[in-house]
């Protein structure tokens, strides 16, 4: 008996994915597998003679892994609120297609490559990591100024080249000097000087990826010049959260006592300074801890170049700075006028400033019925 060839298997069973993608918000997606896949499965059956170059099978499998399966009241709701926030950023820059929020695990973004057979042209699905299960109870507007933080990676990979076109030459400019310093080192003085000038390299480089702290501190000017106090509010939520190690370094994220300093950097140009206090004093208690290691990982100059740098993004991509879309009183308007959007991330950090957690909750649960009521009929 012949070896039956698992190429068919997998496209049989990745043809039954993909066919039930068709019945989803997903199925842009399922139709474009369709069409990659399709050659290779004439009349139902795979095609013997026409094998894909690549591992098509595991891509399409890959991909298919990765994407949300659950899509409910929260899912319209989130892919909504992406959408709504770029174009508050600027109306002539919307997000390009396939732009799907995901529930699990923290706030992220991730691309992923649809498979098709010219690997150059893989079309991409972009995917909003939302904390929090696919259900309405779940939405914390308080929290979601940090999707700004994640539509901020979305447009810095949709133009890459903007942000390390303004920071390389300034780290470049901090490495050249500092290394000049240690010149005149010897011995192991200078081993370690060279050790720690890679270190920083290696941190701040601006990669394809953003995985770095440059790119990472960019994502929160771009969320504060944006979004302002409500953005301030939310990552001061985060940063006091129990158990925080604000000292902590790791390769893609700065430690979160640099991020705030880069932010009280930020906030006199964008006029937050009466919003800052909280966040000025955490960062007055932090310095007296401040590890020596982290003070020279992390220059002043380098922390105000990102700051720069995400700045100059901001003007080139034309986004609506945060004064734009505050209206100033705080749960004024009746819920029927609300829209997604920036102008009611500022609206429920002015509410919740204002009264209690109780009434914050229930203002907040009659805002966002209004608004899910308002998506369901517009579908
Ligand atoms: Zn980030």
């Keep these: 008996m012949p070896r039956r060839s698992s190429f068919r298997d997998d496209f049989r069973s990745i043809k039954a994915a993909v066919d039930s993608l068709s019945r989803t918000p997903l199925s842009a997606i399922g139709d474009n ?13 795979v095609d013997a003679l026409i094998e894909p170059s690549f591992d098509l099978a595991s891509a399409i499998q890959n991909l298919l892994g990765q994407l949300p399966t659950s899509y409910g009241q929260r899912f319209d709701f989130d892919a909504a609120f992406v959408l709504a926030l770029a174009a508050d950023w600027n109306p002539n820059r919307p997000l390009p297609g396939m732009c799907v929020p995901k529930h699990q695990g923290e706030w992220g ?4 490559p649809l498979p098709t057979i010219d690997r150059q042209r893989m079309p991409i699905v972009r995917v909003f990591h939302f904390p929090g299960q696919d259900s309405i ?5 308080l929290a979601y ?3 700004a933080h994640e ?5 810095l990979f949709l133009h890459s080249s903007l942000f390390p076109s303004e920071f390389k030459p300034r780290l470049d400019g901090v490495l050249y000097a500092l290394g000049l310093k240690g010149i005149a080192d010897r011995g192991l003085a200078r081993t370690l000087a060279r050790a720690g000038l890679d270190e920083m390299k290696q941190y701040w480089t601006p990669t394809l990826d953003q995985g770095n702290w440059a ?4 994502m929160d000017i771009i969320a504060l010049w944006s979004c302002g106090p409500a953005y301030l509010g939310a990552f001061l939520d985060e940063v006091e959260r129990d158990n925080l190690d604000l000292f902590q370094i790791s390769t893609v994220h700065p430690p979160y006592c640099v991020r705030i300093l880069a ?5 006199p140009f964008l006029k937050l300074d009466a919003h800052a206090g909280a966040l000025q004093d955490l960062s007055a208690s932090l310095s007296k801890h401040y590890p020596n290691k982290l003070a020279q990982l ?8 990102a700051v720069d740098a995400g700045f100059a993004v901001c003007k080139t991509l034309e986004i609506c700075d945060w004064r734009r879309f505050d209206q100033g009183g705080a749960g004024s308007s009746s819920p029927d006028t609300h829209e997604l959007g920036v102008a009611l991330l500022l609206e429920a950090w002015r509410v919740r400033n204002q009264v209690d957690e109780e009434i914050y909750s229930t203002w907040e649960r009659e805002v966002i019925g209004t608004l899910i009521a308002n998506i369901a009929t517009t579908q």
Excluded: M, N, Y
């Excluded at 109870?137 to 507007?141: A, G, Q």
């Design 145 to 147: 100024p940090w999707l």
């Design 298 to 305: 992390a220059p002043e100059e380098l922390i105000i170049a």
């Design 215 to 218: 790119h990472e501190i960019a």
């Design 33 to 45: 597998l369709r069409g990659t896949f399709e050659p290779f499965f004439k009349g139902g059956v």
């Design 109 to 112: 973004f991730s691309e992923l």
């Design 263 to 267: 932010i009280l950097r930020a906030c």
């Design 137 to 141: 109870e779940d939405i914390d507007l």
């Design 151 to 155: 539509v901020a990676h979305c447009v």
